[in-house]
């Protein structure tokens, strides 16, 4: 799950615009609450306008009375020593003043830093898929990765298809919805456990699916705050969140960016791979995913192909975490029987599936490499 849970607290519409787009800058994965679902969301982080005095200093008291472990940034017109002094009498963490600077973001990763160390909520994480083209294979390789995730970890895990009006997950996995996304982002105020049964559907790995909308134009741009809610309601139900994302193309998909512990991006051994791939990285970074959230998938790999793994690693300048065989047959039978690739044959493809989740369960045990590791970049045909 996103590593803070961020409470703007002001009637200021500026400011909090420009606060949420510091958050987001800030390279910390952060999702954002508002006062109607704070009680079933705590924030971990809560920042208290106080630039206009006294009335300030009485909100600060409120918010540490709702919230006893939440960490307070009080931001003040001014550094006066005695408002300091009432801010941390109130029950503020942090002081800075406005406008904020540096200063800010460095705040904000002391608070990740102390929320990583606190024990008590699940630890949900959150893997998010993106192709940095279509036709990537970017479905194929979420659907897969969580049916491995579910049977390797013994953990409750949810797939969610992002995907507007042609959503292909719960199609890979041969179930027929009742419900879709779009229902739990309209019943938000409903979900519980006994609702959440019944909107997703049950694959027989034990893989919860949130199937995709049937909507055109949904979910659309009104929904992404509903949908950072959602994920955050999620969270508390599942040990693993895979979201098929699609493209990075709006903001339920800067959405799925923000809340996301790991990006996985998805290309082929291509040109326009290889240029989307600059192109999508540059846009996360904007998003505020630092590198050492992203990972560089290389999926329809094979000998046929004339630009190779370490030849993409050296125009994109940082290293490529999984590679995944070309193998259309196997992928053309999963899909047309409804049954993942990886619970039906014993392909190097379906190894290199279980070596890939195997990564990502179980971290601290497998050496492999990561896209964070930086590499000089190199020209590419003149194009870069």
Same mark, same amino acid.
């Given at each position: ?105 460095? +705040?904000?990763?002391? &608070?990740? =830093?102390? *929320? @990583? %160390? ?8 959150? #893997?998010?898929? $993106? ?10 390789? +979420?659907?897969?990765? &969580?049916? =491995?995730? *579910? @049977? %390797? ?8 298809? #992002?995907?507007? $009006? ?219």
């Amino acid at each position: 799950m996103a590593q803070l849970t961020a409470l703007i607290s002001s009637t200021d519409p500026e400011f909090r615009a420009h606060v949420t787009k510091c958050l987001r800058a800030s390279g910390v994965s952060v999702a954002l609450v508002d006062d109607r679902h704070a009680g079933a969301n705590p924030p971990t982080v809560t920042i208290a306008d106080i630039r206009h005095g006294a009335k300030g200093i009485d909100g600060i008291e409120r918010l540490r009375s709702s919230w006893p472990s939440t960490t307070i940034f009080a931001i003040a017109s001014s550094t006066q020593p005695e408002q300091i002094l009432q801010a941390m009498r109130a029950g503020a963490n942090e002081y800075l003043a406005w406008p904020i600077d540096d200063s800010f973001n460095a +705040a904000i990763h002391r &608070a990740a =830093e102390r *929320s @990583r %160390t606190k024990d008590g909520s699940r630890n949900s994480s959150v #893997l998010s898929f $993106f192709g940095v083209k279509g036709g990537a294979g970017t479905t194929t390789l +979420a659907v897969n990765t &969580a049916i =491995e995730i *579910s @049977r %390797t970890s013994k953990k409750p895990t949810l797939i969610i298809d #992002l995907h507007q $009006f042609i959503g292909e997950v719960a199609l890979f996995l041969g179930v027929r919805p009742r419900f879709t996304l779009v229902d739990a982002l309209d019943n938000l105020h409903r979900i519980d456990s006994e609702f959440l049964r019944e909107l997703v559907v049950k694959h027989k790995t034990g893989l919860d699916i949130l199937a995709g909308g049937e909507h055109a134009d949904r979910p659309g741009a009104h929904d992404a705050p509903v949908f950072e809610q959602l994920l955050q309601t999620l969270g508390r139900s599942y040990d693993y969140i895979v979201i098929d994302a699609g493209l990075v193309t709006g903001p339920c998909s800067d959405t799925a960016v923000f809340a996301a512990d790991s990006i996985y991006l998805v290309g082929n051994p291509d040109i326009a791979s290889v240029r989307n791939a600059h192109r999508v990285v540059e846009r996360l970074g904007q998003l505020g995913a630092g590198r050492e959230r992203i990972r560089m998938l290389l999926n329809r790999m094979s000998d046929q192909h004339e630009i190779g793994p370490k030849q993409i690693e050296s125009t994109l300048g940082f290293g490529i975490f999984s590679v995944f065989p070309s193998d259309y047959s196997t992928v053309s039978a999963a899909l047309n029987s409804g049954v993942p690739l990886t619970l039906s044959n014993h392909s190097d493809l379906a190894a290199q599936f279980a070596t890939f989740t195997r990564q990502i369960v179980h971290p601290n045990q497998t050496a492999a490499g990561s896209s964070d590791q930086s590499k000089a970049r190199a020209p590419f045909m003149g194009l870069f």
